[in-house]
């Protein structure tokens, strides 16, 4: 039986390896072993950052904003901060009984009144192309009287990005985003101020790659890819700069579900990240979007594929929360990463019902509440009731700031804007 | 003559080394030069006011989400590696080397910067300078280059790194002002993804829990990082930094089995909890504090955090935070509270 470990992990657990060392009387073949072992763990082993080193990537990156000013300035401290991983959870679209809907409400809604949590359930049965008649009747997304913005919110922010020439991944999970209301979105948003250092995207459409995770499974299967492709591009950084080509663009990385039918998948190829040859209004060098370091993370619904697999029971599901603690291991890792994303999850809420709201928590539970860094909910009013136009923002969790604070907003056409009230409210504390 | 002189000479020698082997080797005043420790003075009221924490020894801050241990590791980490008497003006702090591992990847740097910038320019203002003279800079400066930071985003990534810190820390601690602490936050940020391991295939006993028993067995080839054998390194790779550098560790702990359940309906102990860091971690865990947060009014359902934060939407009073001394056990029970400096006792009151 060899005394040296045969493997990186059993040298690592290994007891008796600092009695080896000490004693100085190993084999040739089992020092050059040793030596293999201890370079390969000096390898895996990750650096070791100084404040200073800390204080420099700090003062390098920028805010990214949210596209609503009142939930920047005041819930996240400027804005969305690269490295760091914001929850936003809040209730998901419902029919509530003898409400008249004032937005057109798509087909399968009004077929179906379900309760809310099988919303998911409808959206997971409309990509298998069941409900798929439906899919056009309300190409401006429907707003749903509970709904209180999450994928809006999402949208405004994918599309400020994207204007200010930001690589963003946009992962969706319940098909909820749709190329014409990102579009509306863009056009909607104010119109930026030029700025020197700042470059404007001719076409902000193409900055958005859109991929599409229906389990969990494939979007681990996504954020390794990401994670691998961060790695890729710290490599190529370190090589010589290649001279800019007019690729023709490899095709877009979507999950694609053979079931779709042809008008959804036209629609994901308008926003997805093709470099065709229009000519971008940078100018200089056009570089292609592979080569540009993700800004921008957003996964729409991260719930909606955890709780199907959260839960006690024996059964399929027991290692749910492996899965979870996974998921967010892969997006902190990646947002720590070089470049410095940052990441956008949403949640939607479990529990209680119309008449006791106030029980309603947010999904994923106890073991997902330590993992992100800041959590935002979006409460609106329910609906028939007088404050049901009453949106607020209000932050459960937040390292620089006490929770409780609450911003009111407003949805329109271009998602989620900062509330009518905003210049006279001060923003109030929920709580002491 | 000629025979007692050899005798003579030999039982000269044998005086001599009497006589040397009686000699002192050192004073107490060497000894103690030589061994003494610092207490470290950690600047958390929450644990100043009970014990002083010295090298070798190891504490567990153990609480389920939101109750404030980040920031709690933070302060410490502030308070240590403050500058004492810097450009004329004393911070109070100990000007010592810091290692933050960080497996949760919520330490914040805003925070730190913040909290030193709150201690900075209050020294100053205390020592008379005036606001608009203030400089914080070169104190932040001085402060930031003692604070080292690993981020590890796996069990492996962590081993890995402490095995191949060990003469970091030892240039670390040779440097002027020593290493003050050693900080980890969350060792259970990787539960669930270490409990999804299986154990080594064939022999060994199988499953998870057998893992720790030959030597053989872990040398095996394949042999996975299963929870058992992750905890039982990253406690002995601990006790071997201890053994080289005398420093104590402050580890926080995310307590995944809250005790309280509202479906049980017999009444528990708010503050006994399922614990999920296995044997040989629990052995080398010398300290443990226990901090809690509830809602304080009647519509809080079970403690340990589920229906605690939530039930805040209802507009109940003011969270109410706790914390208690599990080992060494101690009856009082401390209301804290947390703000931008980080945490601060409000009351100790009686057992609870």
């Keep these: ?432 | 003559m000629q025979v007692d002189e050899p005798q003579r000479d030999a039982l000269a020698d044998y005086e001599e080394q009497i006589l040397q082997w009686l000699r002192p080797d050192e004073t107490a005043g060497q000894l103690l030069r030589r061994t003494y420790v610092q207490p470290l003075r950690t600047g958390l009221p929450l644990i100043d006011r009970f014990t002083t924490l010295r090298g070798g020894q190891v504490l567990e801050i153990a609480s389920a989400a939101g109750c404030g241990r980040t920031t709690a590791l933070l302060q410490v980490a502030a308070s240590c590696i403050l500058p004492g008497p810097f450009n004329g003006i004393d911070y109070g702090g100990q000007a010592a080397h810091v290692l933050f591992f960080d497996l949760d990847g919520k330490m914040d740097v805003v925070k730190l910067l913040e909290m030193l910038d709150a201690r900075i320019s209050q020294r100053q203002t205390e020592a008379g300078v005036p606001l608009e003279q203030q400089d914080e800079q070169p104190a932040m400066q001085d402060s930031l280059a003692r604070f080292h930071l690993v981020r590890c985003h796996s069990s492996f990534e962590l081993l890995a790194s402490l095995r191949t810190l060990r003469p970091a820390l030892d240039a670390l601690a040779a440097a002027p002002g020593g290493l003050a602490c050693l900080l980890i936050d969350n060792v259970a940020a990787f539960y669930y993804l270490d409990k999804a391991a299986r154990g080594a295939p064939a022999g060994g006993g199988g499953g998870v829990f057998a893992g720790g028993g030959a030597a053989e067995d872990i040398t095996r080839e394949g042999a996975p990082l299963t929870l058992y054998r992750v905890h039982a390194a990253i406690a002995a790779e601990l006790r071997a930094i201890q053994r080289r550098v005398r420093v104590p560790v402050i580890a926080s702990k995310h307590v995944l089995f809250p005790g309280g359940r509202e479906a049980a309906g017999q009444p528990q102990d708010p503050w006994s909890h399922r614990d999920s860091m296995m044997k040989p971690w629990q052995d080398l865990v010398t300290h443990r504090l226990m901090l809690r947060t509830e809602i304080s009014s009647s519509s809080s359902r079970g403690v340990g955090g589920r229906g605690a934060a939530h039930a805040a939407a209802a507009g109940a009073g003011p969270p109410v935070r706790l914390a208690k001394w599990v080992l060494p056990e101690d009856a009082a029970v401390v209301r804290y509270g947390l703000d931008q400096d980080g945490v601060h006792v409000l009351q100790v009151g009686g057992p609870s």
Excluded at chain 1, 91 to 113: C, F, K, N, T, W
Excluded at chain 1, 205 to 212: D, G, I, P, T, Y
Excluded at chain 1, 417 to 424: D, F, K, M, R, V
């Design chain 1, 1 to 432: 039986m060899s005394r040296v470990p045969k493997t990186v992990e059993a040298y690592l657990t290994a007891t008796n390896v600092d009695a080896l060392e000490a004693e100085g009387e190993l084999l040739p073949h089992e020092a050059q072993a040793l030596e293999a072992l201890r370079a390969a763990a000096a390898a895996a082993a990750p650096p070791v950052l100084s404040g200073t080193d800390l204080y420099l990537q700090l003062a390098a990156s920028k805010l990214l904003s949210t596209g609503c000013e009142a939930i920047d300035e005041h819930l996240l401290r400027g804005g969305l901060r690269p490295g760091q991983l914001v929850e936003v959870c809040g209730e998901s679209g419902e029919l509530a009984a003898g409400s008249s809907p004032q937005m057109p409400m798509p087909l399968e809604l009004q077929l179906l009144r379900q309760p809310s949590h099988s919303i998911h359930a409808l959206k997971h049965a409309r990509n298998w192309g069941f409900l798929a008649v439906c899919a056009n009747t309300c190409p401006y997304g429907p707003f749903a009287p509970t709904a209180s913005g999450k994928t809006q919110l999402c949208l405004t922010a994918a599309a400020t990005a994207a204007r200010q020439a930001k690589r963003v991944v946009y992962i969706d999970t319940s098909n909820a985003l749709r190329g014409k209301r990102l579009q509306q979105v863009v056009e909607s948003l104010p119109p930026l101020a030029p700025q020197a250092d700042q470059p404007t995207a001719a076409d902000p459409l193409k900055f958005v790659e859109v991929r599409r995770c229906y389990d969990v499974h494939s979007l681990l299967q996504a954020l390794d890819e990401l994670l691998s492709h961060q790695a890729q591009q710290v490599q190529q950084a370190q090589q010589a700069q290649r001279a800019p080509q007019n690729s023709g663009g490899p095709a877009p990385n979507d999950q694609q579900n053979p079931g779709q039918d042809v008008q959804q998948q036209q629609q994901q190829q308008q926003p997805a990240a093709a470099m065709t040859a229009a000519p971008t209004a940078a100018g200089g060098a056009r570089r292609r979007l592979e080569d540009l370091p993700i800004e921008l993370l957003i996964i729409d619904s991260l719930s909606a594929l955890i709780t199907p697999v959260l839960g006690g029971g024996a059964g399929q599901h027991s290692q749910g929360h492996a899965l979870l603690a996974a998921a967010a291991t892969s997006l902190k890792a990646f947002a720590a990463g070089p470049g410095l994303p940052a990441v956008v999850v949403t949640n939607h809420m479990v529990g209680g019902s119309d008449e006791r709201r106030h029980e309603k928590r947010p999904a994923m539970g106890e073991s997902w509440r330590n993992q992100p860094h800041s959590r935002i909910q979006l409460c609106k009013g329910p609906p028939g009731s007088a404050s049901e136009q009453q949106c607020t923002a209000v932050l459960r969790a937040s390292p620089l700031l006490p929770p409780g604070i609450s911003v009111p907003y407003t949805l329109g056409t271009a998602g989620v804007a900062a509330g009518p009230e905003a210049a006279e409210v001060q923003p109030q504390p929920m709580q002491l």
